[in-house]
């Protein structure tokens, strides 16, 4: 007995429709998104996590390099859990990725190159005696020893009002690589005694702070 065409072609139509109903059911079953890396920075270096962010338990979670080098292996990772991945075995850039059985895996690259910072030397020159109303100069030598040009640095002076006429003083300079320069501060000793300049040097994330001592003396 053979089946008349409008029923062969009926069951061919709905053997299709549920092959491909069948195919999305399994593809949503088992391999649902829910791994995700997330990527942190911080001043001094780079931090990854791996993230469930489906509402189902993932097992057997692996994290490993491009290369196949395992940064982490995880029997278990629960709805909204957060571990860090270690990045001790990375090289300066590498692409991460995550799996799971059953579920789409991720990939994230990362750049673990230290940031450059700026780097200052400096050393004065003066006089630690002056005299009472003659003007002397006080020279630092700051030199950029860093590796990144800057286009600002600022220095900064601060004294006690009573021994010198002149305020306190602030100059800025811009600096390449390898550059040095020589600041000038100039003073005049209003009164006898023994006090200190104060210093602050920045530029960026650089900050240095530091002292010098002047005697003052009268004829």
């Not at 593809?27 to 189902?56: A, D, Y």
């Not at 097992?59 to 995880?74: E, N």
């Not at 450059?116 to 005696?129: C, D, F, M, P, V």
């Not at 040009?149 to 900064?156: A, F, G, W």
């Amino acid at each position: 007995m053979t089946l008349p065409k409008y029923r062969k072609k009926a069951i061919a139509y709905f053997s299709a429709v549920l092959t491909v109903y069948l195919a999305i059911l399994g593809f949503l079953l088992f391999f649902t998104p829910g791994l995700e890396l997330l990527e942190k920075e911080t001043t001094r270096t780079t931090e990854m996590f791996v993230l469930n962010t489906s509402i189902h338990l993932i097992r057997d979670v692996r994290v490993s390099t491009m290369d196949g080098k395992q940064l982490l292996a995880l029997e278990k990772l629960k709805p909204a859990e957060k571990v860090q991945v270690p990045l001790a075995e990375v090289s300066d850039e590498s692409v991460i990725n995550a799996v799971a059985p059953f579920h789409a895996s991720t990939s994230k690259k990362v750049s673990l190159k230290k940031p450059k910072g700026a780097k200052i030397g400096y050393e004065t020159s003066y006089q630690n005696i002056a005299l009472v109303g003659e003007k002397f100069t006080l020279f630092l030598d700051v030199c950029n020893t860093g590796d990144i040009d800057l286009e600002e640095v600022s220095i900064r002076e601060k004294h006690a009002a009573e021994y010198f006429a002149e305020e306190s003083m602030a100059k800025k300079t811009r600096m390449r690589m390898g550059q040095c320069e020589k600041i000038e501060f100039v003073f005049t000793p209003k009164k006898m005694g023994e006090t200190e300049i104060y210093f602050n040097i920045e530029a960026l994330d650089y900050k240095e702070e530091f002292k010098r001592k002047i005697k003052t003396v009268e004829i």
